[in-house]
Protein backbone atom coordinates (compact mmCIF):
# COMPACT_ATOMS: atom_id res chain seq x y z
CA UNK A 1 0.00 0.00 0.00
CA UNK A 2 1.38 3.47 -0.86
CA UNK A 3 2.25 5.92 2.08
CA UNK A 4 -0.65 7.53 3.08
CA UNK A 5 0.97 10.74 3.21
CA UNK A 6 1.69 10.63 -0.28
CA UNK A 7 -1.35 10.09 -1.43
CA UNK A 8 -2.91 12.94 0.67
CA UNK A 9 -0.59 14.87 -0.74
CA UNK A 10 -1.85 13.77 -4.52
CA UNK A 11 -5.35 14.16 -3.57
CA UNK A 12 -4.31 17.93 -2.71
CA UNK A 13 -2.54 18.82 -5.88
CA UNK A 14 -4.99 17.22 -8.40
CA UNK A 15 -8.53 18.67 -9.63
CA UNK A 16 -10.32 15.15 -9.47
CA UNK A 17 -10.62 12.83 -6.87
CA UNK A 18 -10.00 9.43 -8.63
CA UNK A 19 -7.87 7.86 -5.95
CA UNK A 20 -9.63 6.66 -3.17
CA UNK A 21 -10.28 8.65 -0.02
CA UNK A 22 -8.16 7.55 2.86
CA UNK A 23 -9.33 7.21 6.51
CA UNK A 24 -7.25 6.58 9.54
CA UNK A 25 -9.40 5.54 12.28
CA UNK A 26 -7.54 4.60 15.71
CA UNK A 27 -5.72 3.74 17.25
CA UNK A 28 -7.20 6.46 20.12
CA UNK A 29 -10.37 6.29 18.93
CA UNK A 30 -13.64 5.41 21.37
CA UNK A 31 -15.01 2.98 19.80
CA UNK A 32 -11.85 0.89 18.57
CA UNK A 33 -12.10 -1.13 22.02
CA UNK A 34 -8.54 -0.10 22.51
CA UNK A 35 -5.36 0.76 20.56
CA UNK A 36 -6.73 -0.76 17.20
CA UNK A 37 -6.07 1.22 13.85
CA UNK A 38 -7.94 1.14 10.85
CA UNK A 39 -6.83 2.18 7.61
CA UNK A 40 -10.13 2.53 5.59
CA UNK A 41 -10.49 3.12 1.74
CA UNK A 42 -13.58 4.44 1.08
CA UNK A 43 -15.28 5.42 -2.36
CA UNK A 44 -17.77 8.14 -1.13
CA UNK A 45 -19.36 6.82 2.23
CA UNK A 46 -18.45 2.93 1.41
CA UNK A 47 -15.89 0.66 2.63
CA UNK A 48 -13.53 -0.61 -0.14
CA UNK A 49 -10.93 -1.58 1.90
CA UNK A 50 -10.26 -2.31 5.64
CA UNK A 51 -6.79 -2.38 6.88
CA UNK A 52 -6.27 -3.21 10.19
CA UNK A 53 -3.22 -2.43 12.35
CA UNK A 54 -2.75 -4.33 15.43
CA UNK A 55 0.42 -4.46 17.94
CA UNK A 56 0.34 -1.12 19.41
CA UNK A 57 -0.26 -2.77 22.77
CA UNK A 58 2.58 -5.44 22.34
CA UNK A 59 4.27 -6.84 25.47
CA UNK A 60 5.27 -9.42 24.79
CA UNK A 61 3.54 -11.81 27.11
CA UNK A 62 4.85 -15.19 25.09
CA UNK A 63 8.55 -14.18 25.48
CA UNK A 64 8.02 -13.05 29.29
CA UNK A 65 6.79 -16.44 29.99
CA UNK A 66 9.61 -18.15 28.95
CA UNK A 67 11.68 -16.78 31.45
CA UNK A 68 9.17 -17.18 34.36
CA UNK A 69 8.44 -20.54 36.07
CA UNK A 70 5.00 -21.76 35.39
CA UNK A 71 3.34 -20.43 37.94
CA UNK A 72 4.60 -17.06 37.57
CA UNK A 73 3.68 -17.20 33.78
CA UNK A 74 0.17 -17.42 34.91
CA UNK A 75 -0.36 -13.89 36.33
CA UNK A 76 0.80 -12.90 32.91
CA UNK A 77 -2.45 -14.31 31.35
CA UNK A 78 -4.87 -12.31 33.45
CA UNK A 79 -3.25 -9.50 30.99
CA UNK A 80 -4.36 -10.83 27.89
CA UNK A 81 -7.95 -10.81 27.97
CA UNK A 82 -8.08 -8.43 30.85
CA UNK A 83 -12.06 -8.05 31.12
CA UNK A 84 -12.54 -12.28 31.50
CA UNK A 85 -8.90 -12.74 33.68
CA UNK A 86 -10.37 -15.96 35.32
CA UNK A 87 -10.93 -17.79 31.99
CA UNK A 88 -7.37 -17.19 30.90
CA UNK A 89 -6.00 -18.62 33.85
CA UNK A 90 -7.72 -21.39 34.29
CA UNK A 91 -7.29 -22.01 30.44
CA UNK A 92 -3.53 -21.37 30.88
CA UNK A 93 -3.49 -23.95 34.17
CA UNK A 94 -5.49 -26.78 32.36
CA UNK A 95 -2.66 -26.83 29.20
CA UNK A 96 -0.06 -27.03 32.00
CA UNK A 97 -1.89 -29.56 34.00
CA UNK A 98 -2.36 -31.92 30.85
CA UNK A 99 1.53 -31.19 30.62
CA UNK A 100 2.46 -32.92 33.80
CA UNK A 101 -1.02 -35.43 33.82
CA UNK A 102 -2.26 -33.82 36.95
CA UNK A 103 -6.18 -34.77 38.17
CA UNK A 104 -7.59 -31.83 39.43
CA UNK A 105 -9.96 -32.25 43.18
CA UNK A 106 -13.66 -32.33 41.59
CA UNK A 107 -14.56 -29.41 44.14
CA UNK A 108 -11.79 -27.12 42.49
CA UNK A 109 -13.03 -28.15 38.94
CA UNK A 110 -16.57 -26.92 40.13
CA UNK A 111 -14.82 -23.62 41.94
CA UNK A 112 -13.12 -23.31 37.79
CA UNK A 113 -16.48 -23.75 36.23
CA UNK A 114 -17.96 -21.49 38.23
CA UNK A 115 -15.45 -18.81 38.14
CA UNK A 116 -14.80 -18.92 34.34
CA UNK A 117 -19.01 -18.75 33.60
CA UNK A 118 -18.61 -15.46 36.03
CA UNK A 119 -15.87 -14.38 33.51
CA UNK A 120 -18.27 -15.10 30.72
CA UNK A 121 -21.24 -12.75 32.42
CA UNK A 122 -18.74 -10.21 32.98
CA UNK A 123 -17.11 -10.06 29.84
CA UNK A 124 -20.41 -9.80 27.62
CA UNK A 125 -21.95 -7.28 29.88
CA UNK A 126 -19.51 -5.29 29.35
CA UNK A 127 -19.68 -6.02 26.01
CA UNK A 128 -23.29 -5.02 25.65
CA UNK A 129 -22.86 -2.10 27.84
CA UNK A 130 -19.66 -0.87 25.31
CA UNK A 131 -21.30 -2.03 22.09
CA UNK A 132 -24.71 -0.45 22.91
CA UNK A 133 -22.94 2.49 23.64
CA UNK A 134 -20.79 2.83 20.45
CA UNK A 135 -24.49 2.14 18.48
CA UNK A 136 -25.34 5.12 20.88
CA UNK A 137 -27.85 3.50 23.54
CA UNK A 138 -26.30 4.85 26.51
CA UNK A 139 -28.32 3.80 29.03
CA UNK A 140 -27.79 0.22 28.45
CA UNK A 141 -24.14 0.81 29.18
CA UNK A 142 -25.22 1.82 32.59
CA UNK A 143 -27.23 -0.85 33.43
CA UNK A 144 -24.69 -3.13 32.49
CA UNK A 145 -22.00 -1.83 34.37
CA UNK A 146 -24.54 -1.86 37.58
CA UNK A 147 -24.53 -5.67 37.17
CA UNK A 148 -21.01 -6.31 36.50
CA UNK A 149 -20.16 -4.38 39.40
CA UNK A 150 -21.70 -6.45 41.65
CA UNK A 151 -19.68 -9.82 39.74
CA UNK A 152 -16.31 -8.09 40.39
CA UNK A 153 -17.68 -7.40 44.45
CA UNK A 154 -18.59 -11.22 43.92
CA UNK A 155 -14.24 -11.61 42.66
CA UNK A 156 -12.83 -9.70 45.09
CA UNK A 157 -14.47 -11.31 48.25
CA UNK A 158 -13.20 -14.98 46.50
CA UNK A 159 -9.87 -14.02 45.89
CA UNK A 160 -9.18 -10.38 47.18
CA UNK A 161 -8.63 -8.41 43.40
CA UNK A 162 -11.47 -7.54 40.98
CA UNK A 163 -9.48 -7.40 37.44
CA UNK A 164 -6.25 -9.47 37.29
CA UNK A 165 -7.64 -12.03 39.53
CA UNK A 166 -5.12 -14.55 39.74
CA UNK A 167 -7.55 -16.86 41.11
CA UNK A 168 -6.60 -20.30 40.12
CA UNK A 169 -2.97 -22.21 40.04
CA UNK A 170 -1.79 -24.92 38.83
CA UNK A 171 -3.43 -28.15 40.42
CA UNK A 172 -6.44 -26.57 41.87
CA UNK A 173 -7.41 -23.17 43.21
CA UNK A 174 -5.49 -20.70 45.78
CA UNK A 175 -8.15 -20.35 48.03
CA UNK A 176 -11.83 -22.24 48.77
CA UNK A 177 -15.27 -20.11 48.72
CA UNK A 178 -16.43 -20.09 51.86
CA UNK A 179 -20.25 -19.48 52.81
CA UNK A 180 -20.61 -15.77 51.99
CA UNK A 181 -19.71 -15.91 48.28
CA UNK A 182 -21.84 -19.31 47.89
CA UNK A 183 -24.83 -17.20 49.04
CA UNK A 184 -24.06 -14.18 47.59
CA UNK A 185 -23.85 -16.07 44.13
CA UNK A 186 -27.25 -18.07 44.47
CA UNK A 187 -28.74 -14.15 45.26
CA UNK A 188 -26.87 -13.28 42.07
CA UNK A 189 -28.36 -16.61 39.98
CA UNK A 190 -31.66 -15.83 41.73
CA UNK A 191 -31.18 -12.06 40.55
CA UNK A 192 -29.59 -11.98 37.57
CA UNK A 193 -32.38 -13.45 35.25
CA UNK A 194 -34.63 -10.52 36.01
CA UNK A 195 -32.08 -7.90 34.98
CA UNK A 196 -31.55 -9.79 31.57
CA UNK A 197 -35.38 -8.50 30.05
CA UNK A 198 -34.17 -5.06 31.49
CA UNK A 199 -31.65 -5.00 29.04
CA UNK A 200 -33.51 -6.43 26.31
CA UNK A 201 -36.72 -3.89 26.69
CA UNK A 202 -34.19 -1.03 25.97
CA UNK A 203 -32.56 -2.61 22.91
CA UNK A 204 -34.19 -5.66 21.62
CA UNK A 205 -36.92 -4.36 19.33
CA UNK A 206 -35.79 -0.67 19.64
CA UNK A 207 -36.12 0.42 15.94
CA UNK A 208 -32.88 2.20 15.90
CA UNK A 209 -31.27 -0.89 17.31
CA UNK A 210 -32.95 -2.82 14.83
CA UNK A 211 -31.63 -0.53 11.78
CA UNK A 212 -27.95 -0.90 12.78
CA UNK A 213 -27.26 -4.17 13.29
CA UNK A 214 -30.24 -6.18 11.52
CA UNK A 215 -28.43 -7.19 8.34
CA UNK A 216 -24.85 -5.34 8.81
CA UNK A 217 -21.79 -7.08 8.77
CA UNK A 218 -23.52 -10.46 7.44
CA UNK A 219 -21.30 -13.34 7.38
CA UNK A 220 -22.13 -16.91 6.37
CA UNK A 221 -21.40 -20.24 8.31
CA UNK A 222 -18.97 -21.29 5.89
CA UNK A 223 -16.86 -17.89 5.48
CA UNK A 224 -17.00 -17.68 9.26
CA UNK A 225 -15.28 -21.07 9.57
CA UNK A 226 -12.67 -20.43 7.00
CA UNK A 227 -11.76 -16.85 8.75
CA UNK A 228 -11.40 -19.36 11.36
CA UNK A 229 -14.15 -17.61 13.35
CA UNK A 230 -14.65 -19.09 16.72
CA UNK A 231 -16.74 -18.67 19.86
CA UNK A 232 -20.29 -16.10 19.65
CA UNK A 233 -19.12 -14.81 16.39
CA UNK A 234 -19.00 -18.05 14.69
CA UNK A 235 -22.28 -19.57 16.62
CA UNK A 236 -24.31 -16.23 15.09
CA UNK A 237 -23.43 -17.55 11.56
CA UNK A 238 -25.71 -20.82 12.58
CA UNK A 239 -22.27 -23.29 13.12
CA UNK A 240 -22.98 -25.34 16.56
CA UNK A 241 -19.08 -25.49 17.50
CA UNK A 242 -18.88 -25.01 21.27
CA UNK A 243 -15.23 -26.31 23.22
CA UNK A 244 -17.59 -27.33 26.55
CA UNK A 245 -19.72 -29.93 24.40
CA UNK A 246 -17.41 -30.82 21.48
CA UNK A 247 -14.35 -31.14 23.52
CA UNK A 248 -15.99 -30.81 27.14
CA UNK A 249 -13.20 -30.10 29.69
CA UNK A 250 -13.55 -29.98 33.48
CA UNK A 251 -17.21 -30.69 34.70
CA UNK A 252 -18.89 -29.36 31.34
CA UNK A 253 -20.34 -33.01 30.26
CA UNK A 254 -22.11 -33.29 33.99
CA UNK A 255 -24.14 -29.97 33.05
CA UNK A 256 -27.03 -29.39 31.46
CA UNK A 257 -27.28 -26.01 29.52
CA UNK A 258 -27.33 -25.15 25.24
CA UNK A 259 -25.85 -23.65 23.09
CA UNK A 260 -26.55 -20.51 22.08
CA UNK A 261 -26.84 -20.66 17.82
CA UNK A 262 -28.67 -17.87 15.76
CA UNK A 263 -28.70 -18.37 11.51
CA UNK A 264 -28.66 -15.09 10.29
CA UNK A 265 -25.22 -13.94 10.96
CA UNK A 266 -25.43 -10.63 11.21
CA UNK A 267 -24.75 -7.86 13.86
CA UNK A 268 -28.03 -8.54 15.57
CA UNK A 269 -27.35 -12.23 15.61
CA UNK A 270 -24.45 -11.67 16.87
CA UNK A 271 -25.95 -10.02 19.65
CA UNK A 272 -29.05 -12.22 20.21
CA UNK A 273 -26.43 -15.11 20.53
CA UNK A 274 -24.53 -13.09 23.46
CA UNK A 275 -27.97 -12.75 25.36
CA UNK A 276 -28.83 -16.41 25.50
CA UNK A 277 -25.30 -17.34 26.69
CA UNK A 278 -25.67 -15.28 29.43
CA UNK A 279 -29.09 -16.49 30.56
CA UNK A 280 -27.14 -19.98 30.08
CA UNK A 281 -23.74 -19.13 31.93
CA UNK A 282 -26.57 -17.91 35.10
CA UNK A 283 -27.85 -21.42 35.17
CA UNK A 284 -24.46 -23.29 34.94
CA UNK A 285 -23.49 -21.24 37.89
CA UNK A 286 -26.82 -22.39 39.60
CA UNK A 287 -26.20 -26.13 39.22
CA UNK A 288 -22.37 -25.88 40.11
CA UNK A 289 -23.53 -24.48 43.40
CA UNK A 290 -25.57 -27.31 44.21
CA UNK A 291 -22.89 -29.52 43.21
CA UNK A 292 -20.43 -27.51 45.29
CA UNK A 293 -22.99 -28.15 48.29
CA UNK A 294 -21.82 -32.39 47.75
CA UNK A 295 -17.93 -31.88 47.96
CA UNK A 296 -17.84 -29.64 51.04
CA UNK A 297 -15.03 -29.55 52.77
CA UNK A 298 -12.97 -31.52 50.16
CA UNK A 299 -9.52 -30.01 49.71
CA UNK A 300 -9.41 -27.65 46.36
CA UNK A 301 -5.83 -28.53 45.07
CA UNK A 302 -4.45 -31.95 43.98
CA UNK A 303 -1.42 -33.92 46.24
CA UNK A 304 0.63 -34.09 43.55
CA UNK A 305 0.11 -30.23 42.64
CA UNK A 306 3.64 -28.55 42.51
CA UNK A 307 4.54 -25.73 44.84
CA UNK A 308 3.87 -21.97 44.35
CA UNK A 309 7.67 -21.70 44.01
CA UNK A 310 8.84 -24.15 41.52
CA UNK A 311 12.63 -23.98 40.76
CA UNK A 312 13.31 -22.27 37.54
CA UNK A 313 15.75 -24.63 36.50
CA UNK A 314 16.20 -28.58 36.59
CA UNK A 315 17.97 -29.69 40.11
CA UNK A 316 21.01 -31.53 40.35
CA UNK A 317 19.79 -34.46 42.35
CA UNK A 318 23.21 -37.02 43.15
CA UNK A 319 22.59 -40.28 41.51
CA UNK A 320 25.08 -43.08 42.60
CA UNK A 321 27.08 -44.55 40.15
CA UNK A 322 25.28 -47.87 38.24
CA UNK A 323 27.90 -50.28 38.59
CA UNK A 324 29.64 -50.55 42.12
CA UNK A 325 32.04 -52.17 41.80
CA UNK A 326 33.36 -49.48 39.58
CA UNK A 327 34.67 -47.18 42.47
CA UNK A 328 31.90 -44.75 44.53
CA UNK A 329 31.70 -42.29 41.69
CA UNK A 330 28.76 -40.10 42.63
CA UNK A 331 27.20 -39.09 39.75
CA UNK A 332 24.61 -35.43 39.54
CA UNK A 333 21.38 -35.99 37.02
CA UNK A 334 19.01 -33.33 35.96
CA UNK A 335 15.82 -34.59 37.70
CA UNK A 336 12.82 -32.94 35.05
CA UNK A 337 10.47 -30.83 36.87
CA UNK A 338 7.68 -30.76 34.42
CA UNK A 339 7.69 -33.83 31.81
CA UNK A 340 9.42 -33.12 28.64
CA UNK A 341 6.72 -32.67 25.75
CA UNK A 342 4.41 -30.12 24.12
CA UNK A 343 0.90 -30.00 25.12
CA UNK A 344 -2.15 -27.48 23.45
CA UNK A 345 -5.09 -26.95 25.23
CA UNK A 346 -8.03 -24.80 23.97
CA UNK A 347 -11.02 -23.83 26.21
CA UNK A 348 -14.05 -22.03 25.42
CA UNK A 349 -13.16 -18.48 26.38
CA UNK A 350 -15.85 -15.69 26.12
CA UNK A 351 -14.46 -14.45 23.12
CA UNK A 352 -13.59 -17.93 21.32
CA UNK A 353 -11.30 -20.53 21.26
CA UNK A 354 -8.61 -19.78 23.60
CA UNK A 355 -5.76 -21.66 23.38
CA UNK A 356 -2.29 -23.05 24.66
CA UNK A 357 0.41 -24.16 23.23
CA UNK A 358 3.23 -25.19 25.63
CA UNK A 359 6.83 -26.66 25.00
CA UNK A 360 8.86 -28.24 27.47
CA UNK A 361 12.24 -29.13 27.89
CA UNK A 362 11.83 -30.26 31.59
CA UNK A 363 12.90 -27.47 33.16
CA UNK A 364 10.17 -25.47 35.29
CA UNK A 365 10.11 -22.87 32.97
CA UNK A 366 8.18 -22.76 29.77
CA UNK A 367 10.50 -23.59 26.43
CA UNK A 368 8.06 -21.99 24.29
CA UNK A 369 4.62 -20.37 24.93
CA UNK A 370 2.03 -20.11 22.25
CA UNK A 371 -1.49 -17.98 22.43
CA UNK A 372 -3.82 -18.49 20.18
CA UNK A 373 -6.23 -15.94 21.16
CA UNK A 374 -9.66 -14.96 19.77
CA UNK A 375 -9.09 -11.69 19.29
CA UNK A 376 -6.80 -11.41 16.76
CA UNK A 377 -8.42 -13.91 14.61
CA UNK A 378 -11.77 -11.94 14.87
CA UNK A 379 -9.65 -8.82 13.89
CA UNK A 380 -8.15 -10.60 10.65
CA UNK A 381 -11.53 -11.46 9.67
CA UNK A 382 -12.74 -7.75 10.11
CA UNK A 383 -11.99 -6.87 6.28
CA UNK A 384 -14.23 -9.57 5.08
CA UNK A 385 -16.67 -8.39 7.36
CA UNK A 386 -17.14 -4.46 6.78
CA UNK A 387 -15.99 -4.58 2.91
CA UNK A 388 -19.35 -3.08 1.15
CA UNK A 389 -20.92 -1.81 4.58
CA UNK A 390 -21.30 2.24 5.05
CA UNK A 391 -18.05 3.67 7.23
CA UNK A 392 -20.59 3.79 10.54
CA UNK A 393 -21.42 0.36 10.45
CA UNK A 394 -17.72 -0.36 10.63
CA UNK A 395 -18.37 0.67 14.85
CA UNK A 396 -20.78 -2.03 14.63
CA UNK A 397 -19.06 -4.50 13.36
CA UNK A 398 -15.63 -4.09 15.52
CA UNK A 399 -18.09 -4.15 18.28
CA UNK A 400 -19.91 -7.37 17.25
CA UNK A 401 -16.95 -9.81 17.03
CA UNK A 402 -15.73 -8.45 20.51
CA UNK A 403 -12.48 -7.78 20.75
CA UNK A 404 -9.79 -6.92 23.42
CA UNK A 405 -6.40 -5.87 22.05
CA UNK A 406 -4.64 -6.88 24.87
CA UNK A 407 -5.08 -10.16 23.79
CA UNK A 408 -4.45 -9.83 20.14
CA UNK A 409 -0.98 -7.84 20.62
CA UNK A 410 -0.40 -9.56 23.61
CA UNK B 1 -43.48 -4.12 12.79
CA UNK B 2 -47.36 -3.02 12.63
CA UNK B 3 -49.07 0.02 11.50
CA UNK B 4 -50.18 0.50 14.76
CA UNK B 5 -46.41 -0.26 16.62
CA UNK B 6 -45.04 2.03 14.37
CA UNK B 7 -47.12 5.05 14.99
CA UNK B 8 -47.32 5.37 18.33
CA UNK B 9 -43.40 4.05 19.24
CA UNK B 10 -44.47 1.37 21.38
CA UNK B 11 -40.99 -0.26 22.02
CA UNK B 12 -39.73 3.48 22.76
CA UNK B 13 -42.56 4.19 25.44
CA UNK B 14 -41.45 0.93 26.98
CA UNK B 15 -38.14 1.80 27.06
CA UNK B 16 -38.48 4.75 28.63
CA UNK B 17 -41.05 4.03 31.02
CA UNK B 18 -38.70 1.52 32.50
CA UNK B 19 -36.23 4.72 32.71
CA UNK B 20 -38.47 6.54 34.17
CA UNK B 21 -39.46 3.83 36.82
CA UNK B 22 -35.72 3.42 37.60
CA UNK B 23 -35.64 7.67 38.31
CA UNK B 24 -37.30 6.22 41.38
CA UNK B 25 -35.44 3.41 42.60
CA UNK B 26 -32.62 3.31 44.95
CA UNK B 27 -29.40 4.58 43.56
CA UNK B 28 -26.62 2.03 43.39
CA UNK B 29 -23.97 4.95 42.94
CA UNK B 30 -21.39 5.77 45.49
CA UNK B 31 -20.26 9.12 46.46
CA UNK B 32 -16.57 8.02 46.44
CA UNK B 33 -14.45 10.20 48.31
CA UNK B 34 -17.47 10.77 50.98
CA UNK B 35 -18.53 7.50 50.75
CA UNK B 36 -16.58 4.62 50.62
CA UNK B 37 -17.29 0.43 49.58
CA UNK B 38 -16.56 -1.86 52.61
CA UNK B 39 -13.63 -3.88 51.19
CA UNK B 40 -13.06 -7.80 51.39
CA UNK B 41 -11.34 -9.62 53.96
CA UNK B 42 -7.99 -10.29 51.99
CA UNK B 43 -8.37 -7.63 49.33
CA UNK B 44 -4.89 -7.75 47.66
CA UNK B 45 -3.60 -3.87 48.16
CA UNK B 46 -0.33 -1.65 49.62
CA UNK B 47 1.82 -3.90 51.23
CA UNK B 48 3.18 -4.30 54.94
CA UNK B 49 5.29 -5.88 57.17
CA UNK B 50 3.44 -7.39 59.79
CA UNK B 51 4.57 -6.06 63.26
CA UNK B 52 4.65 -8.90 66.01
CA UNK B 53 3.08 -7.21 69.05
CA UNK B 54 5.59 -9.73 71.13
CA UNK B 55 8.92 -8.42 69.94
CA UNK B 56 7.78 -5.11 68.16
CA UNK B 57 9.57 -6.07 65.65
CA UNK B 58 8.78 -7.35 61.75
CA UNK B 59 8.91 -11.39 61.48
CA UNK B 60 10.77 -11.86 58.47
CA UNK B 61 12.92 -14.55 58.76
CA UNK B 62 14.99 -13.84 55.57
CA UNK B 63 14.23 -17.19 53.44
CA UNK B 64 14.22 -15.21 50.09
CA UNK B 65 10.94 -17.17 49.28
CA UNK B 66 8.70 -14.23 48.45
CA UNK B 67 11.46 -12.60 46.33
CA UNK B 68 12.25 -15.72 44.66
CA UNK B 69 8.38 -16.39 43.61
CA UNK B 70 7.68 -12.77 42.56
CA UNK B 71 6.81 -12.74 38.59
CA UNK B 72 7.80 -8.92 39.06
CA UNK B 73 10.95 -9.24 40.41
CA UNK B 74 10.31 -5.95 42.91
CA UNK B 75 11.18 -7.19 46.07
CA UNK B 76 14.67 -6.91 47.54
CA UNK B 77 16.57 -8.77 50.28
CA UNK B 78 19.67 -8.68 52.04
CA UNK B 79 20.42 -10.82 55.38
CA UNK B 80 24.27 -10.57 57.02
CA UNK B 81 25.01 -13.33 59.99
CA UNK B 82 24.75 -11.41 63.47
CA UNK B 83 28.77 -11.92 64.28
CA UNK B 84 27.57 -12.39 68.39
CA UNK B 85 24.47 -14.83 67.91
CA UNK B 86 25.22 -16.55 64.58
CA UNK B 87 21.41 -15.74 63.50
CA UNK B 88 20.40 -14.39 59.91
CA UNK B 89 19.31 -11.01 60.33
CA UNK B 90 17.67 -8.89 57.50
CA UNK B 91 19.08 -5.66 56.45
CA UNK B 92 16.94 -4.60 53.87
CA UNK B 93 13.97 -5.38 52.57
CA UNK B 94 12.31 -3.63 49.88
CA UNK B 95 9.68 -3.47 47.35
CA UNK B 96 8.79 -1.49 44.58
CA UNK B 97 5.24 -0.90 44.56
CA UNK B 98 5.15 0.61 41.38
CA UNK B 99 6.30 -2.43 39.96
CA UNK B 100 3.86 -4.99 41.99
CA UNK B 101 1.52 -6.44 40.57
CA UNK B 102 -0.98 -7.41 43.18
CA UNK B 103 -1.12 -11.26 42.48
CA UNK B 104 0.01 -12.07 46.17
CA UNK B 105 1.81 -14.98 45.88
CA UNK B 106 4.55 -12.79 48.36
CA UNK B 107 2.29 -13.20 50.96
CA UNK B 108 0.73 -16.98 50.26
CA UNK B 109 4.36 -18.55 50.16
CA UNK B 110 5.69 -16.62 53.17
CA UNK B 111 6.30 -19.27 55.76
CA UNK B 112 5.63 -17.28 58.63
CA UNK B 113 3.15 -15.07 57.28
CA UNK B 114 5.85 -11.97 57.55
CA UNK B 115 4.49 -9.67 54.29
CA UNK B 116 1.13 -9.18 53.59
CA UNK B 117 -0.99 -7.06 51.02
CA UNK B 118 -3.28 -4.93 53.55
CA UNK B 119 -6.86 -3.56 52.68
CA UNK B 120 -5.50 0.30 51.88
CA UNK B 121 -5.86 1.30 48.34
CA UNK B 122 -5.65 5.09 48.78
CA UNK B 123 -1.87 5.34 48.26
CA UNK B 124 -0.41 7.40 45.66
CA UNK B 125 2.83 10.04 45.32
CA UNK B 126 4.18 12.95 43.36
CA UNK B 127 7.41 10.95 42.53
CA UNK B 128 8.83 7.44 42.46
CA UNK B 129 10.58 7.27 45.63
CA UNK B 130 7.86 7.52 48.04
CA UNK B 131 6.32 4.34 46.32
CA UNK B 132 9.74 2.69 47.08
CA UNK B 133 9.06 0.65 50.16
CA UNK B 134 11.64 0.45 52.66
CA UNK B 135 11.88 -1.63 55.74
CA UNK B 136 10.78 0.57 58.34
CA UNK B 137 7.66 2.35 55.92
CA UNK B 138 6.56 -1.16 55.34
CA UNK B 139 6.73 -1.35 58.92
CA UNK B 140 4.67 1.79 59.05
CA UNK B 141 2.28 0.93 56.46
CA UNK B 142 1.26 -1.66 59.06
CA UNK B 143 0.82 0.26 61.87
CA UNK B 144 -1.49 2.65 59.47
CA UNK B 145 -3.47 0.05 58.61
CA UNK B 146 -3.53 -2.20 62.12
CA UNK B 147 -5.48 0.41 63.58
CA UNK B 148 -8.32 0.96 61.12
CA UNK B 149 -9.07 -3.13 61.66
CA UNK B 150 -11.40 -4.73 63.19
CA UNK B 151 -8.89 -6.93 66.17
CA UNK B 152 -8.22 -9.67 66.13
CA UNK B 153 -7.22 -9.38 62.55
CA UNK B 154 -6.58 -12.44 59.71
CA UNK B 155 -5.81 -12.21 56.34
CA UNK B 156 -7.11 -15.28 54.22
CA UNK B 157 -3.96 -15.98 52.62
CA UNK B 158 -2.31 -16.50 56.18
CA UNK B 159 -4.16 -19.94 55.72
CA UNK B 160 -5.56 -20.67 52.54
CA UNK B 161 -9.19 -22.41 52.97
CA UNK B 162 -9.28 -25.63 51.61
CA UNK B 163 -6.02 -26.21 50.92
CA UNK B 164 -4.80 -29.26 53.16
CA UNK B 165 -3.05 -28.44 56.33
CA UNK B 166 0.11 -30.93 55.37
CA UNK B 167 0.42 -29.18 52.44
CA UNK B 168 0.91 -25.95 53.99
CA UNK B 169 4.52 -24.39 56.63
CA UNK B 170 4.37 -25.04 59.91
CA UNK B 171 3.77 -21.04 60.26
CA UNK B 172 0.98 -20.98 58.17
CA UNK B 173 -0.79 -23.98 60.22
CA UNK B 174 -0.51 -21.99 63.61
CA UNK B 175 -1.08 -18.87 62.28
CA UNK B 176 -3.68 -16.65 64.59
CA UNK B 177 -4.87 -13.07 64.42
CA UNK B 178 -3.02 -10.32 65.87
Same mark, same amino acid.
Given at each position: ????V ?9 D??D? !????N ?10 VL ?10 I ?6 I ?7 ? $? ?19 I ?11 A ?11 R??I?R??V?EM????S???W?? %??A ?18 L @?????E ?12 I??V ?13 R???E ?9 T??D #? ?20 ? @????? /? ?15 P?L????L ?5 VE????V??R????? $? ?17 E ?18 S? /??R??P? !??? $? ?17 V?F ?10 Y ?6 S ?9 ? &??F ?5 ? !??L ?5 V ?8 S???V???C?? | ?6 IF ?13 ? @???? !? ?12 ? &????GRH ?8 G??R?V???R ?6 A ?11 E???? #? ?10 C ?13 A ?5 F ?17 L ?8 V %???? /? ?9 G ?5 L ?10
Amino acid at each position: MPQAVEIIQKQKNSDQWDE !PYLVNMGPQHPATHGVLRLFLELDGETIVRCDPRIGYLHRGVE $KLSENLTYSQAMVLTDRLDYIASAANNVGYCLAVEKLMGLEVPRRAQIIRVIVCEMARIASHLLWLA %THALDIGAMTVFLYCFRDREWL @LDIFEEICGARLTVSYPRIGGVRLDFNQKIIDELYRFTEEFPRRIPEYETLID #VNRIWLKRTKGVGVISGEEAVN @LGLTG /PSLRGSGVRYDLRRTRPYLIYDELDFEVAVEYEGDVYSRYRVRM $KEMREANKIIRQCLDKLAECEGEPVIAEEAPDLLIPFSK /PKRPQPA !PHP $KKGFLVKSVEVPIVPEGEVYFAIEAPKGELGYYIVSDGSGHPWRVRIRA &PSFVHISAL !PALSEGQMVADIIAVIGSVDIVLGECDR | MSIVKTIFLTEIMKGLSLTLRK @LFAK !PVTIQYPEEKKPLA &PGFRGRHALVRDPKTGKDRCVGCYRCAQVCPAKCILIETERDPETKAR #VVKRYEIDALRCIFCGYCEEVCPVNAIVLTEFYEYSGYSREELYFDKERLLQNWDEFIV %TQKR /PYFNPFWKPRGIPERKLPAGKRQAEGI
